[in-house]
């Protein structure tokens, strides 16, 4: 027990394990292969200013680190959350007097740096520019949408991946041998155990040491002194990771989600709708979508479609999460699987710029014949009343103005027949 005491006062396993050399560092093989671009830099000490972009664990602090540790240039770190102009200018100032002293440039690593400003960026650029400063940055967003395009057309950006299964668990393995890790515990670990951590921990190599972790110190040792971890230890220990997406992602994932709708593909409607689901997205802003489409893309050519939209809508608010999402599904598959029509929006359009000359007044045989009237001919007097005529009479409803115009067009597809008889 004092071996465990001891372990739980050090540094996390995530911490301990992060890669020093690029030897130890996992996954990122499209971007770090041996050869590439960046693993040539790296070793060679000629990186220049980018930007590091992907899902939070998969290595990005890490490989600036080791490039850090691969530099004979100075190396300074920021967080743009705890960072403002003031500290950056500083990194400059300090960055200038050291190139022109001792013609040492200087690295500066900016964590989160999507959450900088317009200004704390702007102080930055003609220090790139000048070369006093070699910049990377790190960020979870999309740097060409979060970032200011001035910082970006001054760095190349490198985009992470998600960690595969087999990277997370050649890291487990890694640390259950490794002094730095877990070794001194005398870890034995089933391989479905190791399985199921790096599947639960979508592709975040920190998630991932973090359940080995906390398996290993709450596992009593066994007779031989062993720690065991069985599948069941390792799902005690993992929490299921919300699936991240950042901003770009969100609309990314919006626009999949709506698209599939309106191509009739329910099962990628569907997929979409739990991707999104698992992120975090409130489910009221995909009933209302699925509200949306039902009248936008389906339309006329199936009206059932509105009322199972908004019976979904009204079944959720009543039962919420996770039977909610039940009546919801059903929309969407109803949606994605009823025959699509937009004349409903197309009509919209059509008849928006009409409908804004007040000019235009509607046909006398039209207007309310209820009042007296100075007019010569009495209101309604020529108004032909359909059911006088089985239903139907060709007559002139639009105003004299557009009595030529035709706003509405049937698609003919499914009831959206435009019939008048």
């Not at 034995?188 to 973090?210: F, M, V, W």
């Not at 008849?351 to 006398?364: C, K, N, T």
């Amino acid at each position: 027990m004092d071996m465990l005491f001891d372990k739980q006062k050090m540094a996390p396993l995530a911490e301990r394990m992060r890669a020093s050399v690029l030897s130890e560092f996992i996954g990122q093989e499209h971007i770090l292969k041996k050869g590439s671009l960046l693993y040539r830099a790296i070793l060679t000490d000629g990186v220049g200013s980018c930007i590091f972009w992907g899902p939070p664990g998969v290595g990005k602090t890490t490989l600036a680190n080791i490039m850090a540790n691969n530099t004979q240039s100075y190396f300074e770190s920021l967080n743009a959350v705890l960072s403002g102009v003031k500290e950056a200018k500083k990194v400059i100032d300090d960055a200038i007097i050291r190139y022109e002293t001792t013609g040492k440039r200087t690295y500066l690593l900016l964590d989160e740096c999507h959450r900088w400003s317009k200004a704390q960026s702007d102080c930055v650029l003609q220090a790139i520019e000048k070369g006093y400063i070699i910049f990377i940055g790190s960020t979870t967003e999309n740097p060409y949408a979060s970032l200011t395009p001035a910082i970006v057309s001054r760095c190349r950006v490198f985009e992470f991946y998600k960690l595969s299964t087999q990277n997370i668990i050649d890291g487990l393995n890694r640390a259950i041998n490794s002094s730095k890790g877990v070794k001194d515990l005398n870890v034995r670990a089933d391989p479905q155990a190791l399985e199921y951590i790096a599947l639960s921990s979508c592709g975040d190599l920190r998630t991932a040491y973090n359940a080995l972790e906390l398996a290993c110190l709450t596992t009593v040792p066994s007779q031989d002194g062993e720690i065991i971890i069985d599948k069941a230890t390792a799902m005690q220990s993992s929490h299921k990771k919300a699936v991240n997406i950042d901003k770009q992602q969100y609309y990314d994932l919006i626009s999949a989600f709506i698209k599939s709708m309106r191509g009739s593909d329910g099962s990628a409607a569907v997929y979409y709708f739990m991707r999104l689901l698992n992120a975090g997205v409130d489910p009221l802003l995909l009933a209302r979508r699925i509200v949306i489409h039902s009248a936008e893309d389906v339309g006329l050519a199936d009206p059932n479609a509105l009322v199972v939209a908004t019976a979904a809508l009204t079944a959720f608010t009543q039962l919420g999460l996770p039977e909610g999402k039940i009546p919801l599904i059903e929309a969407v598959l109803y949606v994605s699987c009823a025959p699509k029509s937009n004349s409903v929006v197309t009509a919209i359009a059509n008849v928006e710029q009409d409908a804004l000359d007040g000019s235009a007044i509607a046909p006398l045989h039209l207007a309310d014949a209820s009042y007296p009237r100075s007019d010569k001919v009495r209101a309604g007097e020529e108004y032909k009343y359909p059911h006088d005529y089985g239903g139907y009479v060709d007559q002139q409803y639009l105003p004299d103005k557009f009595k030529d115009k035709t706003y509405y067009f049937p698609t003919n597809h499914g009831e959206d027949t435009g019939r008048k008889k």
